[in-house]
């Protein structure tokens, strides 16, 4: 019997050794990075001494890529074919969007940022969003090294239809914290009649899929009512997240909603989205595996 117990003990110890590696159970409880508030001064501490970004298309109508929930462990395949289908489509924007969980395990921002490295070599900017599994580990400082901030603003200007603006949010932790969300208030107010488009980036998500306005219950009821009062207040035309890895498209008080699906090997299927950005905002979703 004691022969028995010490084969199935050997035989558990790999398994249990990859999860600890892949899964940090502590961090599901009492995260080991730092909370929203002193993550949101360490973000505008690099903002106050970086410009923000300001992007300039071609058109007034541009293709924007959008990808989620990337959560590489070792292979990057579905990632990889989401940059170059963005490097090889002749109208996309010279930006993209990646709205957080790049990885899935441990010491994994190097791959991520080997993945994503022909974006930048070929003339477009990764903006990003930091998600839940950034954060484990204690990753906000490794996040931080490639990605810098990750609460941020910025413009995208057209020929003749003005400027839209592009508000990241940090909600790893499935709150703004209090000093991010005066901040968002105050980004929105100032950016009244300035701007045809107004977008919010954000990890986690506010509503459920299945095309009707079910609370996703991931920020907590009194938060999540008031950003959607606020969103709604100040005239934002969307709302873009991830986070559930199934796709939702919901408008709620004149704010439309977009859940993308998960860009992830982990997945029976990847997929991205293409958001057409013009006087209205269409979507495609794209399957990559």
């Not at 910025?154 to 703004?176: H, R, W, Y």
């Not at 306005?213 to 999540?224: D, K, S, W």
């Not at 009512?225 to 709302?239: C, I, Q, S």
Request: with cysteine; hydrophobic share 40%.
């Amino acid at each position: 019997m004691k022969t028995i117990a010490k084969c199935l003990f050997l035989l558990l110890v790999p398994g249990l050794v990859a999860c600890t590696d892949r899964y940090d159970w502590a961090g599901m409880v009492l995260s080991q990075s730092p909370d929203v508030n002193r993550r949101f001064a360490e973000s505008v501490a690099w903002n106050a001494a970086v410009p923000p970004q300001h992007q300039q298309v071609a058109q007034d109508c541009y293709r924007l890529y959008v990808g989620s929930d990337l959560h590489i462990g070792d292979g990057t395949e579905a990632a990889s074919r989401f940059v170059s289908d963005c490097l090889q489509d002749p109208h996309s924007a010279p930006f993209a969007l990646v709205l957080g969980d790049f990885v899935n395990r441990r010491n994994r921002f190097a791959l991520v940022s080997e993945c994503l490295a022909p974006l930048a070599e070929n003339g477009r900017t990764l903006f990003p969003t930091v998600g839940n599994h950034d954060l484990y580990f204690g990753q906000w400082s490794e996040y931080r090294t490639y990605f810098h901030t990750a609460t941020y603003w910025f413009e995208v200007t057209t020929p003749t239809a003005g400027k839209d603006l592009f508000i990241c949010l940090d909600s790893g932790n499935g709150t703004l914290g209090t000093r991010q969300r005066a901040w968002v208030e105050e980004q929105l107010r100032t950016a009244q009649g300035a701007y045809r488009h107004i977008f919010i980036l954000t990890h986690t998500h506010f509503f459920l899929p299945g095309g009707t306005p079910e609370h996703a219950r991931i920020f907590n009821t009194e938060e999540e009512y008031d950003l959607l009062h606020l969103f709604a207040r100040y005239g934002v035309d969307a709302v873009f997240s991830g986070h559930d890895h199934h796709r939702a498209d919901v408008t709620f008080k004149g704010v439309r909603y977009f859940v993308l699906d998960a860009l992830s090997e982990q997945e029976t299927a990847s997929w991205y989205g293409i958001f057409t950005i013009g006087d209205d905002i269409t979507p495609q979703y794209v399957r990559v595996r």
